[in-house]
């Protein structure tokens, strides 16, 4: 239990930090680093100005990871993400020039700009953890976490997510726009200097890799593993859905609600902790069919009706009777 209270530490010191350049979007931090907790990676989707940028920095800072930011444009070409082999003439063989992707955290900038098969490169980074070029495969630095962002709103010139590739993103979170409060308080803060620029390491790599495996740890009883299934699959069934979760939601909510826990000063994880993540972990994953389209349905809205009707473990959901 003291090293899991050590590994919540960790956790809250990096949100605690994060905190002091992002303001009063304190969900939005508690997810991005229940994420880094994790071992996933993030999809933040909001419109343009609200920090989507600023939060990958603050995250690489906090926790003194290398950083390395790829601004996708329908030019960009797989190889500038992951490198080339370039034949050096002074000794005679190639060498190998890592591209950005070779870092402990990736900033990909606006994703949704680049061609499918631009973003299909980092397709086994986010998932294997190790690039492969002209045939020789190389391990990733650890930690290593992909944040990608994307508008919501603007469409042309851009390229929808492959599934496989939303299906890889741990969580989709967005920020919105501040309070006036707290708009106020982004502008004094930044009257002479970004807060970014003086932001100080909270912990060390070694210690949020530590971390990591402490998540792990955190006991999950059977039956909310059956929730944790049950919700997943409740995604399948829907009428409204042409496409639902899969076995990799399973995991990412499992593994996510075991960080939430942690932060929260938990070994053990409940099913408030499991609905808590639903949303983020499974609402960017579902296809939504064209005619719940049609109707102003979405993700979040389906994943919102599943929560109300799937039995928590020890209660009845409205609407649901025993078979």
């Known amino acids: 239990m003291a090293v899991q209270s050590a590994a919540r530490d960790i956790g809250q010191r990096i949100v605690g930090n994060v905190n002091k350049v992002i303001v009063g979007k304190d969900q939005a931090v508690q997810q991005a680093v229940i994420a880094l907790l994790s071992r996933g990676h993030i999809l933040i989707e909001d419109v343009p100005g609200v920090g989507k940028t600023m939060?990958?920095?603050?995250m690489a800072?906090?926790?003194?990871?290398?950083?390395?930011?790829?601004?996708f444009t329908p030019d960009l070409l797989p190889s500038d993400i992951t490198g080339v082999s370039i034949f050096n003439q002074k000794v005679g063989e190639f060498e190998f020039?890592?591209?950005?992707?070779?870092?402990q955290v990736v900033l990909a900038d606006e994703i949704n700009r680049a061609t499918p098969k631009t973003?299909?490169?980092?397709?086994?980074?986010m998932e294997e953890r190790q690039v492969t070029v002209d045939g020789v495969t190389r391990p990733l630095p650890r930690p290593f976490i992909v944040m990608a962002t994307q508008n919501p709103i603007e469409y042309e010139g851009t390229f929808p997510l492959p599934e496989a590739q939303l299906d890889r993103f741990m969580l989709r979170i967005t920020l919105g726009y501040p309070s006036l409060a707290d708009?106020?308080?982004?502008?004094?803060r930044q009257q002479l200097a970004h807060p970014i620029d003086s932001l100080e390491p909270a912990v060390t790599p070694e210690e949020l890799i530590q971390a990591q495996e402490e998540v792990k740890q955190v006991y999950v009883d059977s039956l909310v593993k059956q929730y944790i299934v049950a919700l997943v699959e409740a995604t399948r069934k829907h009428s409204?859905?042409?496409?639902?979760?899969?076995?990799?939601?399973?995991?990412?909510?499992?593994r996510t609600s075991q960080a939430l826990a942690l932060l929260r000063g938990r070994d053990y994880i409940l099913p408030d902790d499991v609905k808590e993540m639903a949303e983020a972990v499974i609402a960017h994953r579902l296809i939504v069919g064209p005619a719940a389209r049609m109707r102003g349905n979405d993700g979040r809205r389906i994943t919102g009706s599943i929560l109300e009707t799937v039995p928590v473990p020890g209660a009845r959901a409205k609407g649901w009777s025993p078979s």
């Not at 973003?119 to 980074?125: D, K, M, T, V, Y």
């Not at 409204?240 to 499992?254: E, N, Q």
């Open 240 to 254: 409204d859905v042409a496409l639902g979760a899969s076995p990799r939601a399973s995991l990412a909510l499992f």
């Open 183 to 188: 708009e106020m308080t982004i502008m004094e």
């Open 55 to 58: 939060l990958a920095k603050s």
């Open 119 to 125: 973003q299909s490169a980092l397709l086994e980074a």
């Open 97 to 103: 020039r890592p591209g950005p992707v070779v870092a």
């Open 61 to 71: 800072r906090s926790t003194r990871c290398t950083f390395k930011r790829i601004q």
